[in-house]
């Protein structure tokens, strides 16, 4: 056991170079400018014994879809967890918890918070559009992660660019917009990354403010920020301004998503590009702005290969959009026959027949199908934008009614 300590004063026990790639691995993967896994896997192979380092390639492999070598990594740093201080332990107990989908995962974590809250690493499980708190069954998720930070803002240092862009995100999220773009505004002065970068452009999508935002996203994605991962979502951001601000159009799209947008060329997570290449290719449906069928194709099949079951409700979303758009009867009844196996099988099965009447232009039969399921739309997770296109979809028919 070492006495060293993180950028936040946790102990940690390990010192040395693997501590510092380790750090290196973690401001990849809080930034969203890479995965992080290259220097997370360098520190686990300088430092076979460092837990909380197979901890976080556990994490960052599982976002980006490598789902048994996380298990792995997980594994390995179970096996090393009494060898660990108390907050390494609980660390790698909450994130355990996490992965395996155990009832009590968010309960563990904020027992653990309560007592780390400078603890960056178990923070970002909790908070966010993605976070337990999002998938936790609980409509007002929103609010309770801004309560949350709130809650731990005294432990934080006054300009942290990570926690002043998650305050930021979330009071956008609960309507607090104004608050939202000044503490935005610090963080990206802090760090102009993807993750501060994301959470100002944010703020400006939320403010319905599409010069700021697009000429925030513009002028990133000209510098060297070129090369983040948060490239793709921040792509889909702006494509969504011009979408809605009029200056889109087919060729803009095609374009767009052949250089941008493509599985194939995407650095990104696998959800993102899944659920960012659904709703693009929804909005510009919504816009009238038609589109290569193949870009439908790719996008679902994108998707069957990272979330070929049913069962997280943010990505099924995002499934049903992209077999409404492909128009096929063997799609449709493939994804009847395994939403029919849910338990909860009534939300999907509505919307999947809301957003099927809709591109068959039955607007009377897509808002019947689609005002029943809108209020419960905040169970699914994810951000206002990317939830909202299911109320887009509603006014949509309504205005054409």
């Known amino acids: 056991m070492t006495n060293a300590s993180d950028l936040y004063g946790l102990p940690v026990s390990n010192s040395g170079p693997a501590l510092d790639v380790w750090l290196e691995g973690l401001h990849c993967a809080d930034s969203f400018d890479a995965s992080g896994i290259a220097e997370l896997s360098k520190a686990v192979k300088l430092a076979p014994n460092f837990a909380i380092a197979h901890v976080a390639l556990a994490k960052q492999q599982m976002f980006y879809g490598y789902i048994e070598l996380s298990r792995t990594s997980l594994a390995t740093a179970r096996a090393l967890s009494g060898e660990v201080t108390n907050r390494e332990a609980s660390l790698i107990q909450v994130f355990d918890a996490t992965i395996n989908f155990q009832s009590n995962a968010l309960e563990i974590a904020l027992t653990h918070l309560d007592q780390w809250p400078l603890d960056r690493f178990v923070f970002s499980l909790i908070v966010g559009p993605f976070g337990l708190l999002a998938f936790s069954g609980q409509r007002d998720w929103r609010e309770k992660c801004l309560a949350l930070l709130l809650h731990h803002q005294a432990s934080w240092p006054k300009e942290d660019w990570w926690y002043l862009s998650a305050l930021a995100f979330s ?13 935005g505004r610090r963080a990206w002065e802090q760090s102009a990354n993807g993750n501060c970068t994301h959470s100002l452009s944010h703020i400006f999508k939320e403010q319905g403010n599409t010069t700021k935002g697009l000429s925030l996203i513009k002028t990133w994605l000209q510098g060297t920020q070129n090369r ?6 921040l792509v889909w951001h702006m494509a969504l301004l011009d979408i809605e601000s009029g200056i889109a159009d087919q060729s803009s799209m095609d374009q767009l998503y052949r250089n941008e947008l493509d599985p194939n060329i995407s650095q990104s997570m696998p959800l993102d590009i899944y659920a960012d290449n659904a709703s693009f290719l929804w909005r510009c449906l919504l816009h009238d702005i038609p589109l290569n069928n193949h870009f439908v194709e790719q996008t679902l099949s994108h998707g069957k290969q990272y ?19 492909a128009g096929s009867e063997s799609e449709v009844f493939e994804l009847r026959s395994a939403i029919a196996k849910l338990e909860n099988h009534d939300y999907l099965g509505s919307l999947l027949d809301g957003m099927l009447a809709f591109t068959q232009r039955d607007f009377s039969a897509t808002s019947e199908q689609l ?6 739309t905040i169970l699914l997770g994810g951000s206002n934008p990317q939830r909202g296109i299911i109320a887009e979809t509603y006014q949509m028919a309504l205005n054409h009614g």
């Open 171 to 183: 009071k956008a999220e609960c309507g607090f917009t104004a608050e939202a773009e000044d503490l």
């Open 228 to 233: 983040s991962n948060m490239r793709h979502h």
């Open 371 to 376: 005002k029943p399921l809108l209020d419960d």
């Open 307 to 325: 979330f070929p079951e049913l069962g997280f409700g943010f990505a099924d979303m995002h499934r049903v959009l992209l077999t409404a758009l």
